[in-house]
Each structure stands twice: as structure tokens, then as C-alpha cells.
Antibody, heavy 118, light 107 residues
Framework: QVQLQESGPGLVKPSETLSLTCNVS???????WSWFRQPPGKELEWIGYVYYTGTTNYNPSLDNRITVSQDTSKKQFSLKLHSVTAADTAVYYC?????????????WGQGMLVTVSS | DIQMTQSPSSLSASVGDRVTITCRSS??????LNWYQQKPGKAPKLLIY???NLQSGVPSHFSGSGSGTDFTLTISSLQPEDFATYFCQQSYSTPFTFGGGTKVDIK
């Protein structure tokens, strides 16, 4: 059984960088290692993914502020969101797709609320 | 970006009811459509992938159908644990996008 756990600061100041890490336990063939977020009371938004080969793909709506990277030896991947504002306040989820073709997300972390405030 | 439109945005139903939720995409996405269930304070849970495939461990009273631009999630007999919010997600192209959600609550 694959389990994911997000970690990082729950409070970030405006203009700074939000940094989160997702630790993956369990054995599974994982293709897309992805980040999502959900502002309070709103719908889910895909942030970006790193493919198991290291290729990345990001949501253009986030204005090139994103970096997603992986450390397969440690079974973890990370999100950096630069120049944050209050609009980046959300619950952030890491998730994995075990399907190379379907790109559906079958494993999720529990989510972590990150608040942007001075 | 592909826009996903879900309807209804909310519904009230009773245990045992048949519930149908629809999702429409702004362009043809073949069958690259997935359904998730989310309960308050919890992560989304995958129910249906690639339009009609039941995720392992998901009860068989959930089913999905559709292709192209129109998709349906059906709960054949609503159970107490099914009261939640349901989202569709297209995985045809990036950026992956979600529907606005359908909240199913108790009548």
C-alpha cells in the first residue's frame, strides 16, 4: 500500500517561497508525482508534476513560479512556489499516478494547509 | 485549457436513491475522465478512472460512463457513507482540470 505525507511550513510570508516535501512509502510503480491545491471552499487545482524520468510539466496559470523536483533514492518529491501572495493560501496535496497512460491519481497525501500572511 | 462543467452543483437525496452526476468537457477528451469523492477535511479518493473503470476497493454501486464530451457518474443506491462532494477531472491534456464539484447531502 502506497502512502504519501506532506511536510513543510504552514505559514509563509508574502513574496517568499513556499516549500513542501512529499514522502512516499510503500512499493508501487509510480509514474506521475504531482501537486494539487484547494483554496478554502473552492475546487481543486493542478499545480504540476514530475514524471518518473525527471520530466516536469507545470500549470501555466501559476506564472512560471513553480518548481517540482524528485529524489527517487529518498522516495520523495518537492514543490517550490515562489513569490507567494494571499491568493496562494490553500490546502496543498501531493498525489501519485500509477498509470502511465491514464494519468489518474490513485494515491494522495492527507493535505497540508499553507497560509500566506505576514 | 479544457473547461469541465459539472451538474448539479449540489443535490439532496435519501439513502437508497439513485443519483446521477454529469460532467461536460469543453472539447473532446476521449475517455480521459476520472471521478473523485472528497469528504470534509480529507483528500480526494479516486472512484472511477478512464470514464468507466472502477478503482480497486470502490463499491460496485458506483459506476461511470461516457466518452467525448459528456460523462456520468451514477450511484445506484446511495449509502450513508456516500454523502460527500464529487469531482470530475480530465487527464486528456495538461493543465489537468477539475469540475466545480457536486455536493451530495442528506434530504
Amino acid at each position: 500500500q502506497v502512502q504519501l505525507q506532506e511536510s513543510g511550513p504552514g505559514l509563509v510570508k508574502p513574496s517568499e517561497t513556499l516549500s513542501l516535501t512529499c514522502n512516499v512509502s510503500g512499493d508501487s510503480l509510480n509514474y506521475f508525482w504531482s501537486w494539487f491545491r484547494q483554496p478554502p471552499g473552492k475546487e481543486l487545482e493542478w499545480i504540476g508534476y514530475v514524471y518518473y524520468t525527471g520530466t516536469t510539466n507545470y500549470n501555466p496559470s501559476l506564472d512560471n513560479r513553480i518548481t517540482v523536483s524528485q529524489d527517487t533514492s529518498k522516495k520523495q518529491f518537492s514543490l517550490k512556489l515562489h513569490s507567494v501572495t494571499a491568493a496562494d493560501t490553500a490546502v496543498y496535496y501531493c498525489a501519485i499516478s500509477s498509470s502511465a497512460a491514464g494519468r489518474y491519481f490513485d494515491y494522495w497525501g492527507q493535505g497540508m494547509l499553507v497560509t500566506v500572511s505576514s | 485549457d479544457i473547461q469541465m462543467t459539472q451538474s448539479p452543483s449540489s443535490l439532496s437525496a435519501s439513502v437508497g436513491d439513485r443519483v446521477t452526476i454529469t460532467c461536460r468537457s469543453s472539447q473532446n477528451i476521449n475517455t480521459f475522465l476520472n471521478w473523485y469523492q472528497q469528504k470534509p477535511g480529507k483528500a480526494p479518493k479516486l472512484l472511477i478512472y478512464v470514464a468507466s473503470n472502477l478503482q480497486s476497493g470502490v463499491p460496485s454501486h458506483f459506476s461511470g460512463s461516457g466518452s467525448g464530451t459528456d460523462f456520468t457518474l451514477t450511484i445506484s443506491s446511495l449509502q450513508p457513507e456516500d454523502f460527500a462532494t464529487y469531482f470530475c477531472q480530465q487527464s486528456y491534456s495538461t493543465p489537468f482540470t477539475f469540475g466545480g464539484g457536486t455536493k451530495v447531502d442528506i434530504k
